[in-house]
């Protein structure tokens, strides 16, 4: 097993090591590999070290510290924070300082987390990649030459090679599961309305969700506890208590039945394929009882999304126009306040961004809206009553996070192509359910072993659950190492 | 996938600058072809939903069925005038300035 966050916590507060000698090492790490992996956009060394100081000296006083007390923790950049920037990892939030703290950056130092960088995302979270994002490409510490996926890349990419205890993601169609599967860790989006969004930057309301990226089930579990629960910051944050899943995790999970989609099974590199036929495995010694699920929806899942998430951020990028906060154009051809904000947008939004809010704009406007927009959110029923009929008949729907290990950089040049790397991902949040990523062996057939990851979906507030299952899984799956870089 | 019958109309460059004109970006002509064949290759595969039967669903705009959660009506203290414009382009005492607007939105 890999040293993870409730290991460093523990050694922290057991006085084996101090919450200094953890910030130093992680920040050692970071001026090592950053520059070759762009995994953060920035760092925060020195708040990070007197964070790490006062901690000590608490801890020496004797004083009770809180459930994260030291761990140093990366923040995806498109989570406020008041220390430092949020770009969104876009040049219109080049310089855009955050007057407030995310209600996450809050509940995690509260409880004594130390925040010691923010991450790059493929810009606004829109991407599978992290090739579009605006501060250069962020880079797999498995092989540098593939991408980490995305849009949670940077993240991804601090935990696996071991820059940070555990980082923060957000997902709108796999953005935490599917970067974390191609960097073999773990990656967990909770159910929708469970974490409250306050201070992430909206890309897709209504899909939106924060979660742990981490070294173990246990530490995301962890995670998890200390940031779910309503929000008066956000109405759309669930307002029923969250059940204690640290305590239980250890528990052997009760008598469950595994679904398995048929859909699930077509296309997949075979290491893929490999890494789900060794879980079901597992889980049948476990006494687990396996059943085959229909998810017939999962295919148009795909076209769904590109209609709800992009109509979603054309909407919420509006705000984006050169006026309170952001780039504004320096051209003098901006003579009236359309050209002002037209041309803003247009410098500092990348090809990718602007693709989706023209996708967004247009199936939203008029003689389009009924095709495409209202019909998508039929579908969108249509996709939630599929997983309530499969979880009348299973506890957890078992399948792959993605069709394969990590591509080439550069490799995928066709958007629609990168789109299709989240079949498996984005009925989650289009159903509003939860999933989780965990590392589930290696693709051999590449030049260096490639992590795969299998995916666990259940259904909304299912969390307790889920993770013990999850636990489960990771006991007997064991450690996977860490990469070379 | 597609039944091509679905196929949606062709989008044409006027389409493509309309569009543009709505979502307030100024695409510049060089860029209008590259755009209307990418959109128009995504809106293809969209089509596919065109196939699905729908008749009589009620649109899921949300997850949650939650409505109207409203909060208690006490004031809270608001964020400090200056924080609020540091991150502003261009300010003139406690205001945001902007070009002028009387005449704008016109393009």
């Known amino acids: 097993m890999n040293i993870d966050l409730v290991q460093v916590r523990d050694d922290i507060r057991t006085r084996k090591t101090t919450a200094r000698a953890t910030v130093d090492q992680t920040l050692a790490r970071i001026a090592h590999s950053n520059s070759q992996l762009n995994a953060y956009h920035e760092v925060f060394d020195d708040q990070a070290r007197a964070d790490a100081d006062r901690i000590d000296l608490e801890i020496a006083a004797g004083k009770s510290v809180g459930v994260l007390a030291g761990v140093p923790i990366a923040i995806k950049d498109n989570i406020v924070t008041r220390i430092g920037h949020t770009t969104c990892s876009s040049r219109i939030l080049e310089n855009y300082r955050s007057p407030f703290d995310a209600t996450v950056i809050n509940r995690l130092t509260q409880a004594g987390a130390i925040i010691v960088g923010k991450t790059n995302l493929d810009e606004f979270a829109m991407g599978s990649s992290c090739e579009k994002c605006a501060w250069g490409v962020v880079r797999n510490p498995w092989d540098i030459n593939r991408v980490p996926g995305g849009s949670s890349g940077g993240s991804a990419v601090a935990v696996a090679a071991n820059l940070c205890a555990a980082a923060l993601g957000s997902d709108t169609g796999g953005s935490i599961r599917?970067?974390?599967?191609?960097?073999?860790?773990?990656?967990?989006?909770?159910?929708?309305?469970?974490?409250?969004?306050?201070?992430?930057?909206?890309?897709?309301?209504?899909?939106?969700?924060i979660g742990p990226i981490t070294h173990s089930v246990r530490d995301a579990a962890l995670l998890y506890q200390c940031m779910a629960g309503d929000d008066p910051h956000d109405s759309t944050c669930a307002p029923r208590a969250v059940e204690d899943v640290v305590t239980t995790l250890e528990e052997t999970p009760r008598a469950f039945r595994v679904g398995l989609p048929v859909q699930y099974r077509k296309g997949n590199s075979p290491s893929v394929d490999a890494a789900v036929a060794r879980a079901v495995e597992f889980f049948k010694a476990m006494g687990a009882t396996i059943v085959d699920v229909d998810l017939p929806l999962t295919d148009v899942g795909i076209s769904t999304y590109y209609v709800i998430a992009p109509a979603e951020a054309s909407s919420n990028l509006a705000r984006f126009d050169g006026i309170r906060y952001g780039h504004r154009t320096k051209s003098t051809a901006a003579k009236d306040l359309f050209d002002l904000y037209a041309q803003s947008r247009a410098e500092g939004f990348g090809p990718e961004v602007q693709r989706r809010i023209m996708l967004g704009t247009y199936v939203l406007s008029a003689g389009y809206y009924d095709a495409y927009y209202r019909r998508a959110l039929q579908i969108r029923r249509l996709i939630k009553q599929e997983f309530d009929t499969a979880f009348a008949k299973c506890d957890v729907i078992l399948g792959p996070t993605s069709p394969t290990a990590a591509f080439s950089i550069g490799g995928m040049t066709d958007p629609l192509a990168m789109y299709m790397c989240d079949v498996y991902t984005v009925n989650t949040n289009i159903a509003g359910i939860c999933g989780i990523s965990l590392p589930a062996g290696f693709d051999e057939t590449s030049q260096m072993p490639l992590p795969v990851g299998i995916q666990l979906q259940a259904q909304a507030f299912a969390e307790p659950m889920l993770l013990k299952v999850a636990r489960a899984y990771e006991r007997v799956q064991g450690g996977r190492g860490y990469p070379t870089v | 996938m597609n039944d091509p019958n679905n196929q949606p109309a062709p989008l044409t460059i006027d389409d493509v600058r309309h569009v543009a004109k709505l979502a307030r970006l100024a695409v510049p002509q060089e860029r209008l072809a590259a755009l209307q064949h990418d959109l128009q290759a995504i809106l293809g595969h969209i089509a596919q939903l065109q196939s699905v039967n729908t008749d009589g669903l009620e649109p899921m705009a949300h997850p949650l069925t939650l409505t109207n959660r409203l909060g208690d009506d006490v004031p809270q203290p608001s964020m400090p005038i200056a924080d609020l414009l540091r991150n502003a382009p261009a300010v003139q005492g406690d205001f945001l300035a902007v070009p002028k607007v009387l005449g704008g939105e016109s393009s």
């Open chain 1, 178 to 209: 599917q970067p974390a599967a191609l960097c073999g860790v773990v990656g967990f989006k909770p159910t929708y309305g469970r974490i409250s969004r306050y201070g992430l930057v909206a890309f897709g309301s209504s899909l939106d969700q």
